[in-house]
């Protein structure tokens, strides 16, 4: 086995672990909202950059686990989360030739998309309306997409390197 094989598995999961600290790390009430959907955008890298690893299993697994550390209603991350990883495995091929505008454009989508199903996930149990508010992580996602891709793919070229 070669060392790009055993480091790869290594950083996708420090990378889940670090989007999930960053899910759940305490905010004031008024930055609530302009929290990224942390989760949702490390899945969507991993299944572009890497989608024989990743797969619908590790977007409903992450889902579980956010939606337990959160105190959400225990499936709702899950359900969007696997949903999200399952379009972003139908379009990866499409999506890793766009520029990084482009893929920001398609990421703020599937980001608009998984906010939906959680949207509509609390209006049907808990009888809630979110404010506007509630919409503006995925805006937030849209002009972190770059940033997020470049860094990423700079650790994982470092990894590369070190090994």
Same mark, same amino acid.
């Given at each position: 086995?070669?060392s790009?094989?055993?480091?790869?598995?290594?950083?996708?999961i420090?990378?889940?672990?670090?989007?999930?600290?960053l899910?759940?790390?305490?905010?004031?009430?008024?930055?609530?909202?302009?929290?990224?959907?942390?989760?949702?955008?490390?899945?969507?890298?991993?299944?572009?950059?890497?989608?024989?690893?990743?797969?619908?299993?590790?977007?409903?697994?992450?889902?579980?686990?956010?939606?337990?550390?959160?105190?959400?209603? @225990?499936?709702?991350? #899950? /359900?969007? +989360?696997?949903?999200? %990883?399952? &379009?972003?495995?139908? *379009?990866?091929?499409r999506?890793?030739?766009?520029?990084?505008?482009?893929?920001? @454009?398609?990421?703020? #989508? /599937?980001? +608009?998309?998984?906010? %939906?199903? &959680?949207?509509?996930? *609390?209006?049907?149990?808990?009888?809630?309306?979110?404010?506007?508010?509630?919409?503006?992580?995925?805006?937030?996602g849209?002009?972190?997409?770059?940033?997020?891709?470049?860094?990423?793919?700079?650790?994982?070229?470092?990894?590369?390197?070190?090994?």
């Amino acid at each position: 086995m070669n060392s790009r094989t055993t480091s790869m598995p290594s950083l996708i999961i420090a990378s889940f672990i670090f989007a999930l600290i960053l899910s759940v790390v305490p905010m004031p009430d008024w930055a609530q909202h302009l929290r990224p959907q942390w989760i949702a955008l490390t899945l969507i890298y991993w299944n572009l950059i890497a989608p024989e690893r990743i797969g619908i299993s590790t977007g409903w697994f992450s889902g579980l686990l956010l939606d337990a550390m959160t105190g959400n209603l @225990l499936g709702a991350h #899950a /359900l969007s +989360l696997s949903l999200i %990883a399952y &379009i972003t495995l139908n *379009i990866h091929q499409r999506t890793r030739v766009f520029p990084l505008w482009q893929q920001s @454009l398609v990421i703020f #989508a /599937l980001l +608009l998309i998984d906010h %939906a199903i &959680i949207f509509w996930v *609390i209006g049907m149990t808990q009888n809630l309306s979110p404010g506007i508010e509630f919409w503006f992580a995925p805006l937030i996602g849209l002009f972190l997409w770059p940033w997020l891709f470049i860094i990423m793919g700079e650790i994982q070229q470092r990894l590369r390197g070190n090994n």
